[in-house]
Structures are given as C-alpha cells and as structure tokens.
C-alpha cells in the first residue's frame, strides 16, 4: 500500500483498465493506484491539467465505475492524478467495495467515510464549467 501522508482516504495499489474522455478525445491506460477520492495512472502528456474529465474504471467482471473527476497536473516519473468529484450511487458503492476489498482494514476505510474528502471550490469551479460548457 502507498505511503498514505496526509491523504483523506486510503489509497490501495491496483492496476485496472482505466478510459478518459476530455474534450472529445479518448485516453486508455492503467490505474497504478485507487481511492474513494481519486487516483494515480500511467502519464499521458495531453491531457490537459486542471481541466475536467469522465472517466471509466474497467473491472474485469464487465462492470464499469463512471467518474468525473479534475485532472492535477502531473510528471512522467510520477504519473498522472485525478481527483475525482463527482459519480452516480451505484458507481460509488462499487468503488467502495473494490476498495474494502483490497484494503488491510476494511473498517478503516469505513471509518473514512466520516470526513469530509471534497473541497468545495474544485466542485464549485467543475460547476461553473459544466454550465458553460
């Protein structure tokens, strides 16, 4: 497991099939590591950071976990994030469990769920650019 820090939610390393869909172009690559509130991937230099984008975490059950999240800007060593800021109940609960899952304390993950993991200016700004968009 990562190096939690100062993270909000616990982070588990899982390499899943991961689709990004930003300003019409389409991005296939692989999650290097996944939370309730966002994840690290393979790099890809065009995507365009501080932007928003849908995203679709493949399971290799056939479901599929649909996400919008913001891209952070990011480094071919380090990979490329996304905070994710917005998903349809179904999609959260599944993410949930694959999290509980992986996780080495279940309950901790639960216990997570308590506080707060959004900042309301990023959901504010995805907002005001999905009303103008």
Same mark, same amino acid.
Not at 15 to 35: A, M, P, W, Y
Not at 55 to 76: D, F, N, Q, R, Y
Not at 101 to 121: G, K, N, T
């Given at each position: ?15 899943? %099939? $991961?689709?990004? *869909?930003?300003? &019409?172009?389409?991005?296939v @690559?692989k999650?290097?590591?996944l %939370? $309730?509130?966002? *994840?690290?991937? &393979?790099?890809?230099?065009d @995507? ?7 995203m679709?975490i ?8 649909s996400?919008t ?9 380090r990979?490329?994030?996304?905070d ?9 609960y ?33 907002n005001?650019?999905s009303?103008?968009?």
């Amino acid at each position: 497991m990562p190096d939690q820090g100062m993270r909000k939610r616990s982070r588990m390393d899982i390499q899943l %099939s $991961l689709t990004i *869909l930003q300003n &019409d172009i389409r991005f296939v @690559l692989k999650t290097r590591n996944l %939370s $309730l509130k966002g *994840l690290l991937a &393979d790099y890809q230099r065009d @995507l365009a950071h501080i932007e928003p984008c849908e995203m679709i975490i493949h399971l290799s059950s056939g479901l599929e976990i649909s996400i919008t999240g913001i891209v952070v800007p990011a480094t071919p060593e380090r990979g490329m994030a996304v905070d994710f800021v917005r998903m349809e109940e179904d999609s959260f609960y599944c993410l949930l469990h694959l999290i509980r899952l992986y996780s080495p304390d279940p309950d901790q993950v639960d216990r997570e769920l308590l506080i707060p993991a959004f900042d309301r200016a990023v959901l504010e700004q995805l907002n005001n650019t999905s009303r103008r968009g």
